[in-house]
Structures are given as structure tokens and as C-alpha cells.
């Protein structure tokens, strides 16, 4: 199955999701990372690995004009399903509408709590023994599409968000490529 992976920054989960596809029995491939952030870190990475990569700046053509574009790559480069990877705007209905049930993200929270931004502050705040990260399908509605799975982490005393958030990427890392798999075999 071909996978089109969008980011906006450092991509260190659109790296786990690609080594994840070098091993010999993973059911997807990466065809494309695509970027709204021409100097994201993980567009040059993937770039590097020999995947097509693709940014547009939605800045001066406005969204509707900017997710044609995005939709017209990444059915150019035959891409079956979607995967959301630090990607930092808002998709519009039409979009989601577009890749229905084939828009895939991950989120550092163990939804239905935490959805937007912060999690791991708002987490401490409250008070939480446990955080961790969620992979769901993306419809309209923010970080509110079924769960696929989640991975959980303690959360200790003395952790800040800094602390926290890097317990989390570890299991983020390992739990994108498994139900990223799941689903598309699904
Ligand atoms: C991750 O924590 C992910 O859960 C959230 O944004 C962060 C992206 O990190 N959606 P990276 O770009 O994958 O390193």
C-alpha cells in the first residue's frame, strides 16, 4: 500500500514509519513526504533516503488552492493512504472529505484526553500517573477520529512536558509503524 506522509517539522516519526517500511515483510511503502514547511528538517531527511518530496507554502495561494495542490501530488504519486506525522495545520473538510477513512495521524496523548495542543503540560497539570500517544483516523472534527491504538508511559515526579515528551516519542515510534501496518492491511 502507498503512503503519502505529511509533516512540518522535524519528522522524527516519518523516520520511524520509513525504517519501519525497509523491513522485508512491512504491507506499506513511503512514496512521498510532503511538507507545508519548505525548510522542514525531516523533508531534507527523507530527500536524503531517495523519497519524493514535495513543499508548498499555503501562504499567498490560500487553503483551498493549497490542498488542491497537496491532493493532486499525492494522487500523482498513487498514494492509497495518508499519514499525518507532525503535520501542523488544520486539514479542511474537503480535504478530509477527499482522503476519507485514508488520513491517518498520530497524537501525543492518550485520546479522548489532551486533544490539541500542550499534552504533556496539561497532563501534569492535572495530575495524570499516565500519559502516552494515540494513533486515530482523521475526520473533521480535531484529533476525534476513531482510535486505532495507544501506548501508555508513567509519568514520574519532578517530569516537566520536556521530560515527558520524550518518554512519549519513544513509544510513538514504535506504535506508528505497528498500527500504520494493522491499518493497511485492515
Ligand atoms: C509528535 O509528538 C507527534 O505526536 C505530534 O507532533 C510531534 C511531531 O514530532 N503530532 P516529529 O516531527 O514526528 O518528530
Same mark, same amino acid.
Given at each position: 500500500?502507498?503512503?503519502?506522509?505529511?509533516?512540518?517539522?522535524?519528522?522524527?516519526?516519518?523516520?520511524?514509519?520509513?525504517?519501519?517500511?525497509?523491513?522485508?515483510?512491512?504491507?506499506?511503502?513511503?512514496? #512521498?513526504?510532503?511538507?507545508?514547511?519548505? @525548510?522542514?528538517?525531516?523533508? /531534507?531527511? &527523507? +530527500?536524503?533516503?531517495?523519497? %519524493?518530496?514535495? *513543499?508548498?507554502?499555503?501562504?499567498?495561494?490560500?487553503?483551498?488552492?493549497?490542498?488542491?495542490?497537496?491532493?493532486?501530488?499525492?494522487?500523482?504519486?498513487?498514494?492509497?493512504?495518508?499519514?499525518?506525522?507532525?503535520?501542523?495545520?488544520?486539514?479542511?473538510?474537503?480535504?478530509?472529505?477527499?482522503?476519507?477513512?485514508?488520513?491517518?495521524?498520530?497524537?501525543?496523548?492518550? #485520546?479522548?484526553?489532551?486533544?490539541?495542543? @500542550?499534552?504533556?503540560?496539561? /497532563?501534569? &497539570? +492535572?495530575?495524570?500517573?499516565? %500519559?502516552?500517544? *494515540?494513533?486515530?483516523?482523521?475526520?473533521?472534527?480535531?484529533?476525534?477520529?476513531?482510535?486505532?491504538?495507544?501506548?501508555?508511559?508513567?509519568?514520574?515526579?519532578?517530569?516537566?512536558?520536556?521530560?515527558?515528551?520524550?518518554?512519549?516519542?519513544?513509544?510513538?515510534?514504535?506504535?506508528?509503524?505497528?498500527?500504520?501496518?494493522?491499518?493497511?492491511?485492515?
Amino acid at each position: 500500500v502507498k503512503v503519502g506522509i505529511l509533516l512540518s517539522g522535524r519528522g522524527s516519526n516519518m523516520q520511524a514509519l520509513v525504517r519501519a517500511a525497509q523491513g522485508s515483510d512491512c504491507p506499506y511503502e513511503v512514496v #512521498l513526504v510532503a511538507s507545508d514547511k519548505p @525548510d522542514a528538517p525531516g523533508l /531534507a531527511w &527523507a +530527500a536524503e533516503q531517495g523519497i %519524493a518530496t514535495f *513543499s508548498l507554502s499555503p501562504k499567498g495561494i490560500g487553503k483551498p488552492a493549497f490542498e488542491a495542490e497537496m491532493t493532486a501530488m499525492l494522487r500523482h504519486a498513487e498514494v492509497e493512504v495518508v499519514a499525518l506525522a507532525g503535520y501542523m495545520r488544520l486539514l479542511s473538510d474537503r480535504f478530509v472529505g477527499d482522503w476519507r477513512g485514508r488520513i491517518v495521524n498520530i497524537h501525543p496523548s492518550l #485520546l479522548p484526553k489532551y486533544k490539541g495542543l @500542550d499534552t504533556h503540560a496539561r /497532563a501534569i &497539570a +492535572a495530575g495524570d500517573a499516565v %500519559a502516552g500517544c *494515540s494513533v486515530h483516523v482523521v475526520t473533521e472534527e480535531l484529533d476525534a477520529g476513531a482510535v486505532l491504538g495507544q501506548a501508555e508511559v508513567p509519568i514520574h515526579p519532578g517530569d516537566d512536558a520536556d521530560s515527558l515528551a520524550a518518554r512519549v516519542l519513544i513509544e510513538e515510534h514504535r506504535l506508528y509503524p505497528r498500527i500504520l501496518s494493522e491499518f493497511v492491511r485492515s
